[in-house]
């Protein structure tokens, strides 16, 4: 009845309300349906992207879930041998929406950056892929050479082992169906519909909202660190349903349990990093939330380890109308980069905790495995604080309730394609390899590049400019009244 209500009042929204125009730079947040490469693809391939989040305006949903661009790879440049192109490319242009009520619109877009990959995306909007010998594995063992440059033999050395013991990466750009993208508008969208979400509230009586704020204020929301306990991260997401419609809804939306951390996944974990290749179940670091570790762990990656989606869910005692409970803490990794504090590398995460949490949202509403939500305040959470690692993190300090349904067939789920050739033979990959490394170290594997770019890494982090950030999304939920805050919350203290 819920969800008849809402589609009946998406209607008389659709009817009664006057036109919207969403103004250039509107983000849009996307998920394309078949797979692109920059070795396969051809300039003027036809692609389409599914909109996974809606577009606000002024509290209307102007773009629900579901919308459907249009567009075409305009340029496609791949590596091949390595003699034109020391980096792939390609360019995606979108040029035409379609609404779900099959009305098209011409648009004009701009690619803004591709979820949790390795290649970055130029201010024109091109993606531009990685150098083959940029990797970390590969920056440090040029490092090494340079610093013995007066030893041949011991280069050689050096050289020899980086050769047997890192794998050379393969650089040409590599986009599966169901990879994320960020776009933007380029001019002004005007659209007659308004639609709603159709996404009922938990707690609709006065009896439920107490009952929903008594729950909220008996959960702890921090965890902590499992050795040495430290303040870590904050509990923002709230799941009502049993464990194995939790795991059937992270499926539908694409996320992968987590490997669990040992050294073998820590070495794993290493290689990935140093070859700038993909490890999409990467263990996490082990957090507790009233001192016990987590049920669940999911990660959402695309083709790096140092980007990824991430969170922990942990069982409650508490139940929602006889169905179980977890408490989830999530956050989303930017990069990975060396604390000078810590003397050791590790993940630098968006600093918005905020936007991980909408990502999640939408990506299971998206699925269709999401019966009702809701956005409860916290105003006992402090806004700001430090994490483990020593990081500030901000916050409106709410949490998300979601009562998920068994999630048997999911509305919609991570497409699937046929695979497409990454490159060619042996004899193409180690031709393509002596010439990329003889270039290398013709141009960037020498002193004077290796030192001004030292100097450049530590005056960036001297002067806070490296700053890693990532796209502001956001979430349709009703925030429900705030809570007082007249007895003390549980922080997770130990």
């Known amino acids: 009845m819920k969800r008849i209500a809402a589609i009946l009042f998406q209607l008389v929204l659709a009817l009664a309300l006057p036109a919207a125009t969403l103004p250039n730079g509107t983000a849009l947040e996307v998920r394309i349906r078949q797979t692109i490469s920059s070795y396969s693809s051809r300039s003027g391939t036809e692609i389409r992207a599914e909109l996974i989040a809606p577009v606000l305006d002024n509290g209307r949903t102007i773009l629900p879930q579901g919308s459907v661009l249009r567009g075409r790879l305009a340029d496609v440049k ?43 995306v130029d201010a024109n909007g091109k993606i531009v892929g990685i150098r083959a010998t940029a990797p970390f594995g590969f920056r440090l063992a040029g490092i090494a050479r340079n610093v013995f440059i007066w030893d041949p033999l011991l280069q050689l050395v050096i050289a020899g082992s980086t050769a047997a013991v890192l794998k050379f ?28 979400t159709p996404l009922p509230r938990i707690a609709i009586n006065m009896e439920e909202r107490e009952r929903l ?52 996944t820590g070495w794993m974990s ?7 290749r993909p490890y999409p179940t990467a263990p996490m670091s082990t ?64 600093r918005n905790i905020d936007n991980e949490r909408a990502k999640i949202i939408n990506d299971l509403v998206y699925t269709g495995c999401v019966d009702a939500a809701q956005l409860v305040s916290r105003p006992w959470v402090p806004q700001q604080a430090k994490v ?24 919609r789920t991570l497409a699937s394609d046929a695979p497409l050739p990454v490159s060619g033979g042996k004899a193409e ?41 990532a796209p502001t999304r956001t979430a349709v939920l009703e925030r429900a009244t705030e809570l007082d805050s007249t007895d003390p919350p549980r922080n997770g203290l130990p």
């Open 169 to 196: 990466p393969e650089a040409e750009i590599y986009y599966p169906a169901g990879t994320e993208m960020m776009v933007s508008l380029a001019a002004p969208l005007t659209l007659d519909t308004t639609w709603s």
């Open 388 to 411: 483990a690692t020593g990081e500030m993190i901000h916050t409106d300090g709410a949490v998300a309730v979601l009562e998920l349904n068994p999630c048997r067939t999911p509305l």
């Open 213 to 264: 704020r008594d729950l909220v204020r008996k959960m702890t929301y921090r965890t902590y660190t499992a050795k040495n306990p430290r303040q870590a991260d904050y509990v923002n997401l709230v799941f009502i349903g049993d464990p194995e419609w939790i795991e059937r809804a992270f499926a539908a939306a694409g996320w992968l349990e987590a490997d669990r951390l040992s050294k073998a």
């Open 429 to 469: 990959r180690a031709g393509r390899k002596f010439v990329l490394i003889l270039g290398n170290d013709l141009t960037f594997n020498n002193p004077i590049y290796q030192a001004g770019k030292g100097v450049r890494f530590l005056w960036r982090r001297a002067t806070g400019r490296d700053r890693h950030t």
């Open 287 to 350: 957090m507790t939330l009233d001192e016990s570790p987590a049920r669940f762990q999911f990660s959402k990656a695309l083709n790096s380890y140092s980007k990824r989606h991430h969170l922990r869910i942990f069982d409650q005692s508490e139940q929602w109308n006889g169905r179980a409970i977890g408490a989830a803490s999530s956050t989303q990794d930017v990069a990975v980069t060396w604390a000078f504090r810590n003397n050791r590398l590790i993940h630098v995460i968006d």
């Open 78 to 120: 791949a590596i091949r041998m390595g003699f034109r192109n020391l980096r792939a490319s390609l360019r995606v242009e979108f040029d035409e929406l379609q609404l779900p009520d099959g009305s098209t619109h011409p648009v004009q877009t701009r690619l803004v950056s591709v979820d949790s990959a390795r290649e970055t």
């Open 270 to 276: 290493f290689r990935s990093l140093a070859e700038a």
